[in-house]
């Protein structure tokens, strides 16, 4: 049970998690603090929050859980406003999709209370954002993801856990480069690539006809470059050693398969073509094995 | 009315005509053509086609109009087999995803009949192939493309256009070399990147783990890189060109995304990120301008 919880960034991820601990009977009281006045009013008309707090500090104040879901370039500043005000058992956590600059950042501001911090990512999203988006039903059967580092207060990481699953949420522990890694692959990475597709085709003269004709593969491409665009250069500048990693990759394969189309270079395309397909139809269908989600 | 259709080709594409129009009562008799013994027989099975024709010869012999709806690398061979046993009268159409190499083609093989070909394109398609996946209602409410070209028959493609009518599709007529570059732009570019990126994922010693914690972005590249390997082959060597030319305008807005995540210029990517979003969220979300389909 959370007596008083402080949502920082009271929009589609923080304000789900309050309205699913509101909804199972988890929470006492929350109180929100958001940058913009709009938000926290929105969040309070909503009832996703019982009270506003004017400043960081008066929302951690006697918070005994603070969960922090804001874009992550705005991480280290709320980490920075909020290290002298923690109630001395307080436990913190986060929702940031990388993890690795979140926890430095943390590791910065926090000095000895660092170990309260768990770091966590629920995997989970839809193209919307704002208080107007959040819903209690968000987390149920969606993953998420704690990675907590060497000296994390193990207890802390039990209590970030189970308020998780109250959400309806699996929850999982992951080492954090690893974690870093594979979001970077499964997520960061397409978002990227989606965006350029989609900028690079809107700036076209024919743009109508591109539309009008569009066929599946570019829908889906359309549908993943309408996420928050704040959100996503956090995530490229703040997990950017493991995006440009895999960017290096990707580049070698498509060089690759470019050379084989100007060479008419069939048995290459035919070989790179059908050992994705293969891949994908025989693990990556596995309906359990994808997660429903967006980010 | 079509007295005799002939289908080269009894896959999802040509099946699911021939079921459409025998659905609508628009077709006397409808004989089939494939490669594969194991195709004629299941598209008789399934009463796709009437008839199974041995060769291409006694598939057009008789027949008033011509589907040729296989892989485009296999259009050439089946011109050069219709070309001296096609009845005066018939009228052939194509479901190739690009038109400039089936055009080419075609001039080539049929001579004088040159003229009766109407070029064309159902933009239309699951990820599923073969006579199993065909449906009666596959072209319904989607768009078919026809481009013929100063030559072409207008009669023929008038028939052509009201043969398609009759299984619920929109037809619209396109100049080639155009619908050639915004397929490129909607489906060809996607699909190629798709298949790079998830065969990239697949071959990585934490696959399982890149599958586990999959969120939206990779499940949409995922799917549409299920779609059929020599069909996608086909299509990159048969619309070279106009791939090609999107490929080099990918490269350069990625390079300029990748240095921004280098030198940390989050300015760029905000830019980038917006624009895509804003173009996507305005125009490309009109459902009624973005097609349901594949391919």
Same mark, same amino acid.
């Given at each position: 049970?959370?007596?008083?919880?402080?949502?920082?960034?009271?929009?589609?991820?923080?304000?789900?998690?309050?309205?699913?601990?509101?909804?199972?009977?988890?929470?006492?009281?929350?109180?929100?603090?958001?940058?913009?006045?709009?938000?926290?009013?929105?969040?309070?008309?909503? %009832?996703?929050?019982?009270?506003?707090?004017?400043?960081? /500090?008066?929302?951690?104040?006697?918070?005994?859980?603070?969960?922090?879901?804001?874009?992550?370039?705005?991480? /280290?500043?709320?980490?920075?406003?909020?290290?002298?005000?923690?109630?001395?058992?307080?436990?913190?956590?986060?929702?940031?999709?990388?993890?690795?600059?979140?926890?430095?950042?943390?590791?910065?501001?926090?000095?000895?209370?660092?170990?309260?911090?768990?770091?966590?990512?629920?995997? /989970?999203?839809?193209?919307?954002? %704002?208080?107007?988006?959040?819903?209690?039903?968000?987390?149920?059967?969606?993953?998420?993801?704690?990675?907590?580092?060497?000296?994390?207060?193990?207890?802390?990481?039990?209590?970030?856990?189970?308020?998780?699953?109250?959400?309806?949420?699996?929850?999982?522990?992951?080492?954090?480069?690893?974690?870093?890694?594979?979001?970077?692959?499964?997520?960061?990475?397409?978002?990227?690539?989606?965006?350029?597709?989609?900028?690079?085709?809107?700036?076209?003269?024919?743009?109508?006809?591109?539309?009008?004709?569009?066929?599946?593969?570019?829908?889906?491409?359309?549908?993943?470059?309408?996420?928050?665009?704040?959100?996503?250069?956090?995530?490229?500048?703040?997990?950017?050693?493991?995006?440009?990693?895999?960017?290096?990759?990707?580049?070698? %394969?498509?060089?690759?398969?470019?050379?084989?189309?100007?060479?008419?270079?069939? #048995?290459?395309?035919?070989?790179?073509?059908?050992?994705?397909?293969?891949?994908?139809?025989?693990?990556? #269908?596995?309906?359990?094995?994808?997660?429903?989600?967006?980010?």
């Amino acid at each position: 049970m959370i007596n008083r919880l402080a949502i920082i960034g009271v929009g589609l991820i923080g304000g789900s998690l309050s309205l699913a601990l509101k909804k199972k009977g988890a929470v006492n009281e929350v109180v929100g603090y958001a940058r913009s006045e709009e938000a926290r009013s929105q969040a309070l008309e909503l %009832g996703i929050i019982d009270q506003a707090a004017g400043s960081l /500090a008066e929302a951690v104040a006697s918070a005994d859980m603070i969960f922090i879901a804001v874009p992550m370039g705005a991480m /280290a500043e709320v980490f920075d406003g909020i290290a002298e005000h923690l109630n001395p058992e307080a436990i913190i956590t986060d929702g940031g999709s990388a993890k690795s600059q979140v926890v430095d950042a943390a590791r910065q501001a926090l000095g000895d209370k660092f170990r309260q911090f768990v770091p966590g990512h629920p995997i /989970a999203g839809t193209e919307k954002s %704002g208080p107007s988006a959040a819903f209690a039903e968000l987390y149920q059967d969606h993953r998420v993801v704690l990675t907590p580092v060497a000296d994390t207060d193990s207890a802390a990481t039990a209590r970030v856990k189970a308020m998780w699953q109250l959400t309806g949420a699996e929850v999982f522990e992951m080492d954090l480069a690893h974690h870093d890694t594979v979001l970077a692959a499964t997520s960061h990475l397409p978002h990227v690539l989606a965006f350029n597709l989609v900028g690079m085709l809107a700036e076209r003269d024919d743009c109508d006809d591109v539309l009008r004709y569009a066929a599946g593969g570019f829908r889906d491409f359309s549908r993943i470059a309408s996420s928050d665009a704040v959100m996503w250069r956090d995530i490229c500048l703040g997990n950017r050693e493991a995006i440009l990693a895999l960017l290096e990759q990707y580049h070698q %394969g498509m060089s690759r398969i470019e050379k084989a189309i100007r060479d008419g270079d069939g #048995a290459y395309l035919m070989e790179v073509f059908a050992r994705a397909k293969k891949a994908r139809d025989s693990r990556f #269908a596995d309906p359990d094995l994808i997660d429903n989600s967006e980010v």
